[in-house]
């Protein structure tokens, strides 16, 4: 692990002193733990990583990556509206034989929702629906789904790599689904653009919920076998900024 990676893991699953547990109660642990600055650094170590050190940091202590999906669990009570139930509502609506996979599925609530047979992803399996890998590296067969979703997953230095996972995980025509706050987006056409780069066309983007940017695209060409694929542009978006409720 190198020096940056060792420093947050550090930082990030360094524990109360001991002295200092004795005098808290359950309650006041957990709320120390599900700190919102806590929750802000963990984007931030997120954003910063590549995949490959992010889940080896959160295979060396899942229960850091269940706090922090516990603090996103606070997060999403103080929102309007949850973007996955956006998705969720969507996929209903597709075919009953189409093959979904979930980019960052935390608990795999999706899979959960839909009855679509749902390959569900993440750095930590939090139950037995959830395969642990690295997500620029899912173990699906090239072509062998019709969607992938990213909702609020869409965080680390190698996200030009993520998005080239699912031009190759998809079938011809297949749809990758985005659902990601817009302030991590500069200029939401750039951001486009770069996807057609990558062999997806937009067919679809509703710009008009709170904090939330919806997008959809249809996977027009396959990029994966390119030679010229190191040289595709990078795509990078800025850390998380949750508004307050």
Not at 22 to 49: A, C, D, G, I, Y
Not at 148 to 154: A, D, R
Not at 169 to 192: M, Q, T, Y
Not at 215 to 242: A, M
């Amino acid at each position: 692990m190198d020096q940056f990676v060792q420093k947050t893991n550090d930082e990030l699953l360094r524990s109360f002193d001991k002295e200092t547990k004795k005098h808290l109660t359950l309650r006041q642990r957990m709320k120390e733990l599900l700190k919102p600055s806590r929750f802000r650094f963990m984007n931030e170590v997120l954003n910063n990583n590549t995949s490959t050190q992010s889940k080896k940091l959160f295979q060396e202590d899942p229960k850091s990556f269940i706090n922090y999906h516990e603090t996103y669990k606070l997060q999403i009570e103080g929102w309007a509206l949850n973007p996955l139930d956006i998705i969720i509502d969507s996929i209903k609506k597709m075919p009953k034989n189409y093959i979904i996979a979930d980019f960052g599925c935390g608990n795999a609530t999706l899979a959960a929702s839909i009855p679509q047979t749902t390959h569900s992803f993440d750095f930590v399996s939090m139950n037995d629906k959830v395969i642990a890998c690295d997500m620029a590296h899912t173990p699906l067969l090239t072509s062998s789904v019709n969607v992938v979703v990213f909702c609020l997953s869409l965080m680390g230095s190698n996200l030009s790599e993520y998005i080239l996972e699912a031009n190759r995980v998809l079938k011809k025509d297949g749809i990758l689904k985005i659902a990601e706050v817009e302030s991590r987006f500069d200029n939401i056409d750039e951001f486009i653009k770069l996807l057609k780069i990558y062999g997806f066309s937009n067919t679809w983007k509703d710009l008009s919920k709170d904090l939330f940017y919806f997008l959809d695209f249809k996977k027009i060409k396959d990029i994966t076998t390119n030679n010229k694929r190191n040289k595709l542009p990078k795509i990078t978006l800025k850390s998380c900024l949750y508004k307050k409720r």
